[in-house]
């Protein structure tokens, strides 16, 4: 993980980019990072790997207050059923473990093995906050340059519109 950090600051370099950093003590939950994220400006952010029943990897970014339905967002993004990925394949997938998960992780699947889903509404705000390969710091993103990591990693997200899936 100590290159994959490295891989990514060289990342921000090259893009310009100097996000808004803190540090923090080991967080595994939203509800446990809450109250250091309380200085941190930006939509604080939940991410989910999940796995397709015929196969397939999608890393879901919402806001970290966002229910998300499983069952009509596999439905929209045309697999059949979704269930949590593993400890283990998330670590073989992104090379991370459970808390530490973020779109940065994207660095890490040079295989494009993995589908990022990016919750619309998130996208519109000024900043988004993530995890950068690990969960004893946060990162303040610009919206666009948040994008333009993903797709720096070779990445195209899909953007759901999670309000209108949640619709009835």
Not at 27 to 37: I, R
Not at 137 to 154: I, K, P, Q, R
Request: hydrophobic share 50%.
């Amino acid at each position: 993980m100590p290159n994959a950090r490295a891989e990514l600051d060289a990342l921000f370099a090259r893009l310009g980019i100097e996000p808004v950093s803190i540090e923090h003590p080991p967080v595994h939950t939203v509800e446990e990072a809450l109250p250091y994220w309380e200085t941190l400006e930006g939509v604080h952010t939940k991410n989910l790997l999940l796995k397709g029943a015929k196969g397939g990897l999608w890393l879901v970014c919402v806001p970290s207050d966002r229910r998300l339905d499983l069952k009509a967002l596999a439905a929209h993004l045309g697999a059949k059923k979704f269930s949590f990925a593993s400890a283990e394949t998330l670590l073989a997938a992104l090379d991370v473990v459970q808390g530490s998960v973020s779109p940065l992780a994207l660095v890490n699947d040079k295989a494009g093995a993995v589908t990022l889903v990016l919750a619309k509404d998130m996208l519109a705000a000024p900043r988004i906050t993530v995890h950068p390969l690990t969960n004893t710091a946060t990162l303040s993103l610009v919206s666009t340059e948040l994008l333009a990591v993903v797709e720096a990693t070779g990445h195209r997200p899909a953007i759901v519109d999670f309000d209108a899936l949640d619709a009835p």
